[in-house]
């Protein structure tokens, strides 16, 4: 959910600082700071099942078609919603809903009152500590391209997979 390659590789704290995610309520960020919260995991980017009568989510490895699975990047993030209407934009606002992204996800992190960990890239200072850590999709993921709609139940995988920082 990001377009902030170029925005990650850029330091957004001097030493002496208190990083902006730390001493900035998240309805108090600025846009560029809101999207460079994004570490790029892509795992909101798979498919999820939900169970009629329960309300359970199931996460499958199955990513949507714009998802380029080596990056974990969507491939049209600007245009995205004419590709993908269903694609979910994430606000402050919605805080209350993050609890159905993965519990590394940044902006779940931060609206549980946690801060973000090593990996991050507004941390490490590279994007590619997401996948050293096995936080991101990489590996994982399989695009929706090659996976009939009726074969989804076959790609569920288990929860400690799907929230490799599940608690
Ligand atoms: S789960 Fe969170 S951190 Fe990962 S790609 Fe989605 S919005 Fe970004
Ligand atoms: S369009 Fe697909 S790949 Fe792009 S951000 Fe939305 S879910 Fe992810």
Same mark, same amino acid.
């Given at each position: 959910m990001t377009t902030?390659?170029?925005?990650?590789?850029?330091?957004?704290?001097?030493?002496?600082?208190?990083p902006f995610w730390e001493r900035k309520r998240l309805h108090e960020l600025t846009l560029e700071e809101w999207e460079s919260l994004c570490?790029?995991?892509?795992?909101?980017?798979?498919?999820k099942l939900e169970d009629m009568d329960t309300g359970e989510l199931a996460y499958t490895r199955v990513a949507c078609r714009l998802l380029d699975c080596e990056s974990?990047?969507?491939?049209?993030?600007?245009?995205?919603?004419?590709?993908?209407?269903?694609?979910?934009?994430?606000?402050p606002e919605g805080a209350a809903q993050f609890r159905w992204l993965p519990s590394?996800?940044?902006? +779940?992190? *931060? #609206?549980e009152g946690k801060t973000l960990d090593w990996w991050h890239p507004l941390v490490s200072g590279s994007t590619?500590?997401?996948?050293?850590?096995?936080?991101?999709? +990489?590996? *994982? #993921?399989v695009t929706e391209?090659?996976?009939?709609p009726t074969d989804l139940d076959a790609f569920i995988i288990d929860p400690e997979i799907a929230d490799?920082?599940?608690e």
């Open positions: 902030i390659n170029q925005v990650r590789s850029r330091r957004f704290v001097s030493d002496q600082e208190t570490d790029g995991c892509g795992r909101c980017c798979l498919h974990c990047q969507c491939t049209d993030y600007p245009n995205r919603n004419k590709h993908v209407p269903d694609c979910i934009s994430l606000t590394t996800c940044a902006y +779940r992190r *931060l #609206a590619e500590t997401v996948h050293q850590a096995g936080v991101s999709v +990489r590996g *994982l #993921a391209k090659l996976v009939r490799p920082d599940i």
